[in-house]
């Protein structure tokens, strides 16, 4: 029986030799063993060394992989040059007194609608399809995950340069800074790119001056920068975590020259600072105000240090119309309870920061297990499109700051970014690598939107 059940595995070898992957499947990387060769129609893309995707069309292929991917090498490419960087103009900017986005047309990501046009030609309900398409039109942040991608800042700041001279609209640019070395030191589906015992440190401000290098070059165009999503909160909880023990004083001290160099070119910046379910613990509240009233005073308590960006990649409501079940026993059960509650006590230690709010996926509320829960959550919709109208004069805007349609982690065990939050039960299945398109969630996102596109 042995010996039959053999042949007839080896007489399946042709057929899965001969498979292809259908679109947006995985068809190569790192340990991949299934088909690597893709259906019409559509080309195999290397996204990162672990995952390389089928997108529609040869010339639809993205030139750069999406946001929170790649453990690639440790240490600096070598095509990146040192930087001295030079000014466009040479004076120092002056912060605005005013919401960073008062007056100003937000800069849609080319990639991002790239990705968005692809998926919703895949849509075969006409209807639903529209819809999708119409997510393009939407602004999202573009994330900077690796070294590689700061080269791509140049290019969209040229183009939203462009639009402004020719349309008279002032222009604003959103972005993700995203390197951090040991970078989500309590997480795994993004692991990143810089190691802190090769060189990490020193990578980091090398990335930093890139982005500068490029941002100066515009002085023009406004740039408004969420910085190192998770990597604060992190420190505020999560230090009983070797690796994010290790990683404190090299996060303060990346953290502090990315503030430095960024308002020295007039970036408008909002430190990451987690959700309701995370620091919005009464537990949490005091320790977190202190830390990042302390890193905007370390930093030079510049006017470009905007404040704070909460629920980020999450799916918290800004105003929840009842508390969700598994928010139970945090009276900070929805953002702007959290926010109110925070506020005050960073203004108390000489913070008188102001928040934006993610609101990219929390158009569908009671969804999940555990609120520590983050990873594609099923069920869940597009949510309030970003607006300046929050109702709050604490909350400068709500925004899109995860790009819908990204996964946000695998849910394949033998990945080396497996994270278990992505096979729990509310976690949408099978899911691609970190950073890829998703397309199956993306579809669900369209319909599940509230308000409906």
Same mark, same amino acid.
């Given at each position: 029986m042995k010996t039959a059940a053999l042949y007839a595995f080896v007489a399946l070898l042709p057929t899965f030799a001969n498979a292809q992957a259908q679109t947006w499947q995985q068809c190569g990387g790192i340990g991949w063993s299934g088909p690597t060769t893709c259906v019409s129609g559509t080309t195999c893309t290397k996204l990162n060394d672990y995952y390389s995707q089928c997108i529609p069309g040869a010339s639809s292929a993205p030139a750069t992989t999406p946001p929170a991917t790649t453990p690639p090498p440790t240490s600096v490419p070598t095509s990146v040059p040192p930087t001295?960087? =030079?000014?466009?103009t040479g004076s120092t900017? =002056?912060? +605005?007194p005013n919401n960073p986005w008062t007056g100003y047309q937000v800069y849609l990501s080319p990639f991002y609608a790239q990705e968005v046009t692809a998926a919703a030609a895949q849509i075969s309900d006409k209807t639903l399809a529209a819809k999708a398409a119409s997510v393009a039109k939407i602004p999202t942040f573009t994330w900077f995950d690796t070294i590689n991608k700061t080269a791509d800042l140049g290019t969209y700041l040229a183009d939203a340069q462009s639009i402004q001279k020719s349309t008279g609209q002032k222009q604003l640019v959103q972005i993700v800074v995203y390197d951090l070395p040991d970078r989500d030191c309590a997480a795994k589906a993004s692991n990143g790119e810089f190691s802190i015992a090769n060189n990490g440190q020193a990578n980091y401000f090398n990335y930093i001056d890139q982005l500068v290098a490029q941002i100066k070059q515009f002085p023009d165009v406004r740039v408004v920068a969420v910085i190192e999503p998770d990597s604060l909160a992190n420190l505020v909880t999560n230090l009983n975590l070797q690796k994010c023990s290790n990683a404190q004083q090299t996060y303060l001290a990346c953290v502090n020259y990315a503030l430095k160099q960024l308002s020295a070119v007039g970036v408008y910046s909002y430190m990451d600072a987690g959700h309701a379910g995370w620091l919005g613990w009464p537990a949490n509240l005091s320790p977190a105000a202190q830390l990042f009233a302390k890193v905007y005073k370390d930093a030079g308590s510049s006017p470009f240090i905007k404040g704070l960006a909460t629920n980020v990649a999450n799916y918290n409501a800004l105003q929840a119309a009842s508390p969700d079940p598994i928010t139970q026993?945090? +009276?900070?059960?929805?953002?702007?309870h959290y926010i109110n509650a925070l506020g005050p006590l960073l203004q108390q230690q000489g913070f008188p920061a102001t928040f934006i709010v993610d609101q990219g996926r929390s158009g569908q509320q009671n969804l999940?297990?555990?609120?520590?829960?983050w990873c594609n959550i099923k069920g869940a919709g597009f949510g309030?499109?970003? =607006?300046?109208? =929050?109702g709050s004069s604490l909350i400068d805007s709500i925004v899109w700051v995860k790009p819908g349609g990204e996964c946000d982690g695998t849910s394949n065990s033998s990945s080396p970014r497996f994270d278990s939050t992505c096979s729990l039960s509310d976690a949408d299945q099978p899911a691609p690598e970190a950073g890829t398109w998703f397309q199956e969630y993306f579809t669900t996102l369209?319909?599940?939107?509230?308000p409906p596109l």
């Open positions: 001295s960087p =030079t000014t466009g900017p =002056t912060a +605005s026993g945090n +009276s900070n059960y929805d953002e702007i999940r297990q555990q609120w520590g829960d309030t499109r970003p =607006t300046t109208n =929050t369209v319909s599940k939107a509230n």
